[in-house]
C-alpha cells in the first residue's frame, strides 16, 4: 500500500493539526508496513497541481488531503481521476463515489472549553483567536461563546481573526490585545498562528486554551486546557465517511 499526503496550507511545525497528520502517518507506515509520500501546500494556487501531480503519477493507493481550503481541489481532481480513491479530512466533499469524507463536530467540545473558561476567569472575560472568519473555524466561535453564556454567570467573549494559519506574530499581537483589554483566557483555534496566542499568555503570566491535539504539553503552566478531536464516521457505498 501507498499513501500520498497532501498537508493544507500552514504546514508542518503547528504543533498541531498538520503535525497530528504527519505523525499519525509515520506511526501507521512503522504499524503496517505501507509507504507514504507528502507535500507541503504554500499557498491555496497550489492545492490542484498538488493533487493533480499525485492522481496523475498513478503511484498511489489512496491520496489524503486535508483543510477547509482543499475541498473544491480535491472535488475537481477526484473528477478527473475516477480510478483514484481519496480520503478528505476537516471538509466535505459530498457524496462523491471516490472521495470518503471525515468531519468533526468542533462546535460541542468548543461548548465545554467556553463553559470551563467561563468558570475558571476572574475577570469575567474571555477571549478566542480564530485562523480565520470561515464557517469551519466559526464552529469553533460559536461553540466556544454558547458555553460561556450557558455558565450563566455574565462572562463575556471577544473574538479576534489572524487571517492565516502560520502567522505566529499576528496571533501573539492579537492575544496580547485581548489580554490587554481584560481577557484573562484565551482559546486559539488558529492552527500554528496559535502558538503566538501561548507566547503571549506566557509573557502575561495568563492562561490559554490548546485546540485538537493536547496542547497542554507545549506550556502546562499556561495553556491549562486543550479540546482534543476525536472522529466521527460513517460507512457509505463501502467507503469510509
Not at 103 to 114: I, M, N, V
Not at 127 to 133: E, L, R, S, T, Y
Not at 157 to 167: F, I, P, Q, S
Not at 221 to 228: E, L, P, Q, R, T
Amino acid at each position: 500500500l501507498k499513501v500520498g499526503i497532501i498537508l493544507s496550507t500552514g504546514g508542518l511545525g503547528d504543533k498541531n493539526f498538520h503535525d497530528m497528520t504527519y505523525a499519525g502517518a509515520q506511526q501507521a507506515e512503522k504499524d503496517f508496513g505501507f509507504e507514504f509520500d507528502s507535500v507541503e501546500t504554500q499557498s491555496a494556487s497550489d492545492f490542484v497541481p498538488n493533487y493533480r501531480m499525485f492522481a496523475e503519477s498513478g503511484e498511489y493507493d489512496l491520496i489524503i488531503g486535508s483543510g477547509f481550503d482543499g475541498v473544491e481541489a480535491v472535488t475537481k481532481v477526484s473528477g478527473l481521476f475516477p480510478e483514484q480513491q481519496f480520503m478528505f479530512v476537516d471538509g466535505d466533499c459530498g457524496d462523491l463515489p471516490n472521495v470518503a469524507s471525515f468531519t468533526f463536530r468542533d462546535q460541542e467540545k468548543a461548548f465545554l472549553l467556553g463553559y470551563l473558561a467561563a468558570q475558571t476567569s476572574e475577570t469575567g472575560k474571555i477571549g478566542v483567536v480564530g485562523g480565520m472568519d470561515i464557517p469551519s473555524i466559526n464552529m469553533f466561535v460559536a461553540g466556544y461563546e454558547a458555553g460561556a453564556a450557558y455558565a450563566g454567570n455574565g462572562t463575556t467573549v471577544e473574538r479576534k481573526y489572524v487571517g492565516a494559519w502560520n502567522d505566529t506574530s499576528t496571533g501573539k499581537e492579537l492575544a496580547l490585545a485581548l489580554y490587554d483589554s481584560g481577557c484573562d483566557i484565551v482559546y486559539q483555534a488558529a492552527g500554528g498562528s496559535g502558538l503566538g496566542v501561548f507566547a503571549a499568555a506566557a509573557g502575561k503570566d495568563l492562561l490559554a486554551i490548546g485546540s485538537d491535539t493536547n496542547q497542554c504539553l507545549i506550556d502546562p503552566y499556561h495553556v491549562f486546557a486543550s479540546g482534543i478531536r476525536t472522529l466521527n464516521y460513517i460507512i457509505r457505498d463501502g467507503i469510509l465517511s
